[in-house]
């Protein structure tokens, strides 16, 4: 075979391989950008308390896009503070469904005349002010705050309201007062022996766990 020859061949080779690459990222192409993916619904679930109309508004430009456009970070959204993350899935050939994952929260809080919502994560997300039973007067000292949400975890809704001051917090119950440092381990070792000398009560006025390592009730004994 002659020299001119194979070089013949091989130039044929090379642009064999260069047409396939090329019809084959062409083919990509087209593919991604047939009507069949452009995206015609968009489902968002989850959502609670965040502003699902603004969601919406947000997020009617992706119809008509193609699906593989659409970025999957949907930054934008984490800025409610509601939102502690999202998922975005592609449901080929024409479906984009959003989940959002809303913080879950602990209780509410009444500080001066604002009222939020303390998440489990520690953030204080605004909101109003009706059917309060956490007063602050501590100008929303976080370590104080996080030790109370702790305890009214615990508490399973035992309490009529909280009072929260800089040097102990206050559990109002319906006949009596628990008054409580902010040492979260102290108060969980008294607090169920507290209340079970507090049976040997007929009336108590408080229960004081300030001081550790003692319980102090005033009140009236039961009659011997």
């Given amino acids: 075979m002659s020299e001119v020859l194979k070089i013949l061949l091989r130039m044929i080779v090379v642009l064999f391989v260069l047409s396939f690459i090329f019809g084959f990222f062409y083919s990509i192409k087209l593919f991604k ?8 619904t968009v489902q968002i ?31 934008w959204v984490l800025d409610d503070p509601w939102i502690k993350k999202t998922s975005i899935k592609r449901i080929y050939p024409d479906k984009l469904e959003i989940d959002i994952y ?3 929260t602990v209780m509410k809080i009444k500080s001066r005349n604002n009222c939020y919502f303390y998440s489990i994560e520690g953030d204080l997300i605004g909101t ?5 039973k956490v007063y602050d007067n501590t100008n929303l000292n976080n370590d104080k705050l996080y030790v109370v949400a702790e305890i009214v975890k615990s508490l399973n809704d035992r309490f009529t309201s909280i009072d929260i001051n800089n040097s102990h917090f206050v559990i109002n119950r319906d006949d009596y007062q628990i008054l409580v440092s902010y040492d979260l381990e102290e108060y969980k070792k008294s607090l169920r022996y507290a209340e079970g000398l507090a049976t040997i009560y007929k009336k108590i006025n408080y229960i004081d766990l300030r001081v550790p390592g003692k319980i102090f009730i005033n009140g009236v004994k039961n009659e011997a």
């Fill in 33 to 40: 950008e047939s009507k069949i993916f452009t995206v015609n």
């Fill in 45 to 75: 679930n989850g959502v609670v308390n965040a502003d699902i109309k603004k969601m919406m508004s947000q997020t009617k430009d992706f119809k008509g896009k193609q699906i593989f456009q659409i970025d999957s970070s949907l930054g």
């Fill in 102 to 104: 809303e913080r879950k």
């Fill in 128 to 132: 109003d002010c009706g059917n309060v």
